[in-house]
């Protein structure tokens, strides 16, 4: 299902693997738990605020954590030209490409679908989560990744116009977190969730769907694309301008998206909605991936600044072993520190920031694995 490959040297753009290190650190630093400190702490302002950037906006709006899964999904599209530029100098061609990103597509979706099956009593076939998603629009990136400019533009317009036509055309429902026009994007009874009742209730099912808690759906997989697209256009900029950045390029691409964005959901056209990926949510996240994408090419490729970046690069480079191992080994790290050191170890700074020392020291276990492949050169790719 996967290759454990040898990486040979080759020229990577630093940025993208830091940036890549950052979205996958703030994914896995969800086990120092600052929900729980803030809970045992209340009224103070600080954990609040770091609490409140570690857990996803009920619904409108956008924290630091809502951000993960669109820098995720962006930088699929940045890195996808400069592997296909690396296969094909090895010989690859169209059709041959083209099936592996079929094959990628389904190994991701499989493994998505794994993973939420975890500790479940049979198959959870869901694809609401970030690797279904990413698989569910991969094969159609792959094919824009090969049509100009124009094409691609394009797409990503017909896919928002088309998405947001969607929903805006479906039976609105109140009450809800908005009322009038803003209310066809409402949690719940909306175009993405009919389609889940027909679509998810094919599988087998301990119970039949009704609604995801959280709102998530499988049809956010089209607005995924589109954020997918952006990084694909990002991508493409930093290979025709290698060694140089365009910076003006970038800066530019996000302020507008940004604008965008926040211009449709306060003009009543389209909200800013993570959860249920609006085209406002595509744009609005989409300019902020342009951001930190600029960021992390002006500290590591313009300003040459380099070894801070090392512990990003770490993770970033091992992104799937990452997911992985934080999906799959907190509980048996947490248990094995519970067993050999005892249920309280951590509890040195006192009990309430327990959970986060705690947490602190599973998250040094997940770096240091990853650090272990990266000096032995040993990256789990799909």
Request: proline share 5%; aromatic share 18%.
């Amino acid at each position: 299902m996967y290759a454990l490959v040898v990486a040979t040297k080759s020229q990577r753009n630093l940025a993208v693997d830091a940036y890549r290190g950052f979205v996958m650190l703030l994914m896995m630093a969800e086990v120092v738990q600052l929900s729980r400190v803030a809970r045992a702490l209340p009224g103070n302002p600080f954990w609040a605020f770091l609490a409140w950037n570690q857990t996803h906006t009920e619904w409108a709006g956008c924290s630091l954590h809502d951000t993960i899964q669109p820098g995720f999904s962006f930088l699929v599209g940045v890195a996808l030209p400069y592997s296909i530029a690396s296969r094909m100098a090895r010989g690859g061609t169209f059709r041959s490409l083209f099936f592996h990103a079929l094959w990628r597509s389904l190994l991701l979706c499989a493994l998505g679908i794994f993973l939420r099956s975890t500790n479940a009593p049979q198959t959870y076939f869901t694809f609401e989560d970030t690797l279904t998603q990413i698989g569910l629009g991969y094969p159609l990136l792959f094919v824009l990744a090969f049509r100009p400019p124009k094409w691609q533009w394009t797409a990503f317009g017909l896919l928002l116009f088309g998405y947001w036509l969607a929903w805006a055309l479906y039976p609105a429902h109140e009450p809800g977190f908005f009322s009038g026009f803003l209310a066809h994007w409402n949690k719940g009874d909306n175009f993405g969730n009919a389609f889940d009742q027909w679509f998810l209730n094919l599988f087998p099912r301990v119970t039949p769907f009704v609604a995801n808690s959280g709102g998530y759906l499988t049809l956010s997989f089209i607005p995924t694309l589109g954020t997918m697209i952006l990084g694909l256009a990002a991508g493409q900029w930093l290979r025709a301008a290698a060694p140089a950045i365009p910076m003006r390029r970038l800066l530019l691409a996000g302020a507008i998206a940004v604008a965008a964005g926040v211009l449709l959901h306060f003009a009543g056209i389209c909200p800013i909605v993570k959860r249920i990926w609006t085209p406002a949510w595509t744009l609005f996240s989409g300019g902020l991936c342009f951001f930190y994408l600029a960021i992390f090419c002006w500290l590591t490729e313009v300003k040459q600044w380099r070894r801070w970046a090392f512990p990003l690069v770490v993770i970033g480079m091992n992104s799937i072993a990452a997911y992985l191992i934080a999906h799959l080994w907190e509980r048996f790290i947490l248990d094995s520190f519970r067993i050999h050191l005892g249920a309280h170890f951590f509890a040195f700074f006192g009990t309430a920031v327990e959970p986060f020392v705690r947490g602190s020291a599973v998250l040094a276990v997940f770096w240091l694995v990853l650090y272990w492949m990266y000096r032995r050169q040993l990256f789990l790719k799909i």
